[in-house]
């Protein structure tokens, strides 16, 4: 008995406080298989505790360190809420009404700084639908390669990027009760306290081109590469919203109002090129994108406990649309700055099917249950 006592203790003070912390144990885990596989699915009751959430999130990015600080503050999501005080980091989703589409994107692809990671969970699942699809950035980019429209739209924008479009309107102008629809905020609350002038000086001091027209609307456009090199691999992904935010993107909500205003006017569009020279993205070239996304995507069904990482450079994601109360939570990796690469992307380097395995399977050496 004294030895079998004396071999534990040998044992435990051997173990360290590493091995027995699980946070620490659910990060190694994370990114390992963020490494090797785009994606990592933790399952265990733990993790239905923002704590938890927070503390694994925190670990997590210690692996992947970074001087910036990311911020949404001239993005298109407001009212970022944290879960609970405790839980620094870990954000209440909001975002578009439950019945339509959350299209593919990559996270913050239109910001001068996009997360490194993205974790999600669902705190209380819908009652139906609610999903979260992924979508693997290689296997869409053999879909548009497949035909030749698709090319020269993949090809366009790698060579000249997307420019981006907004419209915030004012609180008393004719578009608020449309944009409130559709829970997209005005510029008064979008810049609370700021004048106009010093609106449009921020906004310029970032590289946009912005105006207020006759109607009092905020119209501002800005541009980004449609391409960037993968953080680790120095491989060239495409990363971009050309979709998402297109402003063909607006049939989802159903909004006659919208729709009737052409596609630039809308909430958020997209053009091919840049400031100075661009074009609209046809209704053929956003049919292609939108069917490599219908084809492509990956379903993950929710359920209390589990937490999926997503390497943001390796897959986008979205939300289908759904029923009931769906209560559910994000955390971003340390964001990665804009790098430009001269490496060049031609059609055969594309490889022949995604490299990258489905992450709805659950197969063991991708969940870590403890």
């Known amino acids: 008995m004294v030895w079998i006592i004396i071999l534990c203790l040998a044992f435990a003070q051997s173990l360290s406080i590493y091995e027995l912390n699980a946070p620490k144990v659910f990060a190694h885990f994370v990114q390992e298989k963020l490494a090797h596989h785009g994606y990592a699915v933790l399952s265990d009751p733990s993790l ?45 989703i909001g975002g578009a009404p439950k019945k339509v589409l959350v299209s593919g994107h990559s996270e913050a692809s239109y910001l001068n700084l996009s997360p490194r990671f ?50 915030d309107p004012s ?27 010093e609106i ?38 495409w990363f971009n919203q050309l979709y998402a935010m297109s402003g063909y993107y607006w049939r989802q909500h159903g909004d006659a109002e919208i729709l009737s205003l052409p596609l630039d006017q809308r909430p958020l569009s997209t053009r091919i090129g840049t400031l100075e020279n661009n074009r609209p993205l046809s209704e053929r070239e956003y049919n292609i994108l939108d069917s490599a996304h219908a084809e492509k995507a990956e379903m993950f069904d929710w359920a209390k406990g589990i937490v999926m ?19 559910c939570v994000v955390g971003w990796g340390p964001p990665v700055p804009v790098r430009y690469s001269s490496t060049e992307v031609k059609t055969q380097s594309v490889p022949k099917s995604a490299s990258l395995s489905s992450c709805f399977s659950r197969s063991p050496q991708h969940l870590l249950s403890i």
């Open 200 to 237: 449009l000086e921020s906004l310029q001091e970032k590289g946009m081109r912005a105006h207020f027209d006759a109607n009092d609307t905020l119209h501002s456009e800005w541009h980004f590469a449609g391409v960037r090199s993968h953080p680790d691999t120095g491989e060239v992904v």
């Open 171 to 197: 609180e008393d102008g004719p578009l608020a009760d449309a944009w409130g629809r559709i829970n997209y905020p005005t510029w008064q609350s979008r810049f609370p306290g700021q004048s106009r002038e």
């Open 118 to 167: 993205l974790m999600f969970t669902c705190l209380q699942e819908a009652e139906s639908g609610g999903q979260t699809p992924l979508y693997n950035i290689k296997a869409l980019t053999e879909y548009f390669l497949e035909s030749e429209e698709g090319s020269k739209m993949f090809y366009d924008v790698y060579d000249n990027g997307v420019t981006y479009i907004r419209n």
């Open 309 to 327: 990482f997503v390497d943001n450079f390796a897959y986008q994601h979205g939300r289908m649309p759904y029923e009931g109360n769906r209560r």
């Open 48 to 92: 239905r505790e923002p704590v938890m959430l927070s503390e694994t999130l925190q670990e997590t990015a210690k692996f992947f360190q970074t001087a910036h600080n990311f911020s949404y503050a001239l993005g298109n999501v407001q009212g970022r809420t944290l879960v609970a005080p405790n839980a620094p980091g870990v954000f209440k």
